[in-house]
């Protein structure tokens, strides 16, 4: 399974970016879709989720500016980052879960983009 990330950069204060990152290989389906985030000295951690459903989990720093979606059709998860703050500089990280020929579930990361929020 291969994930490739797009979208990160540099951002102004209050701008926008938007990620994507799409899944590929040999996977049956793909339950939760998520991003994460690290930033330096920082644990890594859960900025937003999506079920295959559409449920949704938000970190509650990010909720109301940042939303998360996937189509399900293209195995791709997008993150759109609304009024940035500086705070949200990071490396950010596609994760997903996918059902395998085996039937079960397994984690697969992206490899990181770099978003910087900087005037």
């Known amino acids: 399974v291969q994930l490739q990330a797009f979208g990160g950069g540099l951002v102004q204060p209050g701008g926008s970016l938007r990620l994507s990152c799409a899944a590929s290989?040999?996977?049956?389906?793909?339950?939760?879709m998520g991003w994460y985030r690290q930033a330096p000295g920082k644990q890594r951690e859960l900025v937003a989720s999506i079920t295959h459903a559409g449920s949704t989990y938000y970190l509650d720093s990010v909720q109301g500016r940042f939303t998360i979606s996937r189509d399900n059709a293209r195995n791709t998860v997008y993150l759109q980052m609304n009024s940035m703050k500086p705070e949200d500089a990071a490396v950010y990280y596609c994760?997903?879960?996918?059902?395998?020929?085996?039937?079960?579930?397994?984690?697969?990361w992206g490899q990181g983009t770099q978003v910087t929020v900087s005037s």
């Open positions: 994760n997903i879960k996918a059902v395998m020929v085996d039937r079960y579930e397994y984690g697969y």
């Open positions: 290989g040999s996977f049956l389906d793909i339950n939760d």
